[in-house]
């Protein structure tokens, strides 16, 4: 028998906004150092204490909601989701049942879309902590409070690949409109799957659910997928009868296990929160809602293509980061505004790539070696666009430009301004025919062995004798006209 695999999602993504979502505590993005610093009497709960909704989370997940091709609810109202349990001090978390703020959006990945069912917006709770061999439980609120967006798509997924893909695109939608730091390991971005199979030729939804938690990464998001695929089929083709239950990632394993049997759906008895009026909004506030979205990451990409027409790879890496697809972008405005002026003569588009190439490797070098991102880059897009004219017009060589791009790093003597450090380190390159000449015939005059060698039609001999102009001008000389040099005299 043959078994088809459906998989439907829910993901948990803290907003980073100023202050809580009903109080205004500090957000602190379970950042803080010391337990219960950010509370008050609203997020632990106080009797007579009222939650006050907070605009910029609400804002935030309509953003998210329009990235996402949502219609936004013109109506809209939390209610009361009432459970028990110790990092829930209210005794109900104030979330949003039958009116969420967005409906009915897609992710389009490559040529599959995956359908989002809704987004809404909540509260997170509070942490408890069972420290090892104690008898008490501690409880820190500091979480408590802090906004959450919840999105659950439909079971239209059928593998594994494509949920760490929407994953990955989610999180990075996420962080281009600067609501989420969705960073998993840290919790700020939360999955859980349903998962469930069905014999070939069934109804696509007959299977029985299995829910998987605590997945800390994209990584295991895709592993406990596969392990589930696998744990189930062979349930099946023993012929037993799968049940409907949560189980939890355990990275250590590397394996799901058990962790709740449902045996019927919970009863959250919700409620209309009665503390906070519902929402009204028109259509002149969604467009002015709509107007404030940046590009998004997947219309980056194709006007990159389009306008700069560099390889995919490298578009894909250039727009994984808004802020380095920004830095990117400035550098090209200074380039063009260079090349429009004559003041540079290399051509616009291969100062471009080069630009592309300097950014993807060096920089990027240098970023993860100090643990730093784009945004902490010491050099300005007008200091790095000057680099790359100087390079493309080949006043400093390749090994000289390294150099170079290593000092306006490290931001030498509090200069970034590469024309200085050339100077101020005497790199600019040997054009001068009349230097190099003598440079050239010096080596050749020293290395008599390696002339008869070359003559003699050993071509290496002359890589070498190239290798010796170079040390004798200090990897100065610009390396075409030595190069034509030794060819003339060597004939
Ligand atoms: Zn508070």
Redesign the pocket.
């Known amino acids: 028998m043959k078994y088809n695999v459906t998989i439907g999602m829910e993901v948990h993504a803290e907003l980073k906004t100023s ?2 979502m ?4 500090k957000n602190g993005l379970g950042m803080e150092t010391e337990p219960n610093v ?7 709960a106080q009797p007579g204490s009222l939650p006050v909704p907070n605009e910029e989370a609400i804002r935030a997940v309509q953003r998210v909601g329009l990235a996402l091709g949502c219609n936004l609810r013109l109506r809209s109202k939390f209610d009361r989701k009432n459970y028990f349990y110790p990092d829930l001090p209210k005794g109900y978390q104030i979330s949003q049942f039958d009116q969420p703020f967005c409906e009915n959006g897609t992710m389009v990945i490559g040529d599959k879309s995956f359908r989002i069912t809704r987004i809404h917006l909540e509260e997170d709770t509070g942490k408890s902590m069972h420290p090892a061999g104690a008898e008490y439980t501690l409880v820190d ?1 500091n979480r ?2 802090v906004p959450l967006m919840e999105l659950v798509t439909e079971p239209d997924f059928t593998n594994s690949r494509d949920v760490g893909m929407f994953c990955q695109q989610l999180r990075q939608t996420l962080r281009y409109l600067g609501v989420s730091n969705a960073d998993m390991e840290k919790g700020q971005m939360r999955c859980e799957v349903n998962i469930s199979l069905y014999p070939e030729g069934a109804d696509r939804l007959s299977g029985t659910k299995v829910e998987v938690k605590n997945i800390n990464s994209f990584r295991s998001v895709e592993r406990a997928i596969e392990y589930e695929i696998v744990r189930q089929t062979e349930a099946l083709e023993r012929g037993e009868q799968l049940v409907q239950e949560t189980r939890g990632w355990d990275e250590n394993k590397n394996a799901t296990v058990s962790q709740r049997k449902k045996e019927s759906a919970h009863d959250y008895r919700y409620f209309p929160e009665p503390d906070i009026p519902p929402f009204e909004f028109d259509e002149a506030y969604v467009e002015e809602l709509r107007r404030s979205l940046p590009e998004l990451p997947d219309a980056k990409r194709r006007r990159f293509l389009a306008e700069f027409g560099l390889p995919e790879k490298d578009i894909l890496t250039l727009t994984e980061e808004r802020a380095f697809s920004e830095y990117f972008e400035a550098v090209v405005s200074e380039l063009t505004e260079k090349s429009q002026s004559k003041e540079m003569t290399a051509p616009l588009d291969k100062t471009i790539r080069l630009s592309v190439n300097y950014m993807l490797t060096e920089l990027r070098k240098h970023l993860t070696e100090n643990s730093q991102t784009i945004t902490d880059l010491p050099i300005k897009p007008e200091n790095y666009a000057e680099f790359i004219a100087i390079v493309a017009d080949g006043e400093i060589n390749s090994s000289a430009a390294q150099t170079v791009l290593g000092e306006m790093y490290r931001g030498g003597d509090g200069d970034t301004d590469p024309s200085h450090i050339i100077e101020r380190l005497n790199l600019g390159q040997v054009n001068d025919t009349e230097a190099l000449e003598k440079a050239v015939d010096a080596v050749l005059e020293r290395n008599e062995q390696s002339v008869a060698d070359f003559r003699s039609g050993k071509q290496n001999a002359l890589q070498y004798l190239m290798g010796q102009v170079m040390a004798e001008t200090k990897g100065k000389a610009n390396p075409k006209m030595v190069m034509e040099l030794l060819r003339k005299k060597l004939v």
Do not use: L, M, R, W
Request: aromatic share 12%; net charge positive.
């Open positions: 202050s809580k009903f109080c205004a505590c950010n509370i008050c009497p609203v997020c632990t609120y408590a409070g």
